[in-house]
């Protein structure tokens, strides 16, 4: 059977995106790396992975109905993870609503038969992949203050030199 990659994500909108670029080209002359699109930048709630073609209908039949609590995040660090040679903006603690909707989320992904993984959930937008010298740059352009009430499912296809990520169905804001 056919399986189709999948993940849960805040997906910024374009002026966000933008910001969130400019932060990645001023932290490339210290990185290295390679600067993600702007069009692809997100923050990943739930990586679900490869899942069966009939589960991925039934999410994006489900996810319209699913019910995200409105909240902000404000992107104030520049992070990286070494091993993955990532370098990411994020919140420096991760907000109480924002763990509440990756639970939540998690919890309702239950229903399907999806757990959720054993590690913590570490909020961040992935900025520069392959990056040369794994430390953040000492200098944090000012504070981007991000106001979400949906999240978005995303499939995503590999392709030579990168991903490319469909967005297959969103959540719907609460009333
Ligand atoms: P990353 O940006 O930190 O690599 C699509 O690949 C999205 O899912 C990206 O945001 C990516 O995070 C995340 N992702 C990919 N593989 C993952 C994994 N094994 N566990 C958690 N998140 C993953």
Sequence with gaps: MSTVRLFYALWPSPALAGSLAAWAEQARPHCG??????????????????????????LAAATPE??????????DRYGVF?????????????PAGLQAAHDGLW?????FGLGAP???FRPHVTLLRNIE??????????????????MVLVASESLTGGSRYRIVAQSRPQP
Excluded: C, S
């Design 33 to 58: 790396g390679r600067a993600m699109r702007t069009e692809t930048l997100h923050l990943t709630l739930a990586f679900l992975g490869p899942v069966d073609a009939a589960l991925a209908d039934a």
């Design 66 to 75: 699913k019910r995200l609590a409105p909240g902000e995040i404000a992107l």
């Design 82 to 94: 070494g091993r993955q040679r990532i370098l990411w903006a994020g919140p420096g603690e991760t």
């Design 107 to 111: 919890q309702w992904l239950g229903g």
């Design 118 to 120: 054993p590690h913590p």
């Design 133 to 150: 010298r794994p430390e953040p740059p000492a200098d944090t352009p000012p504070p981007l203050l991000w106001a979400y009430d949906r």
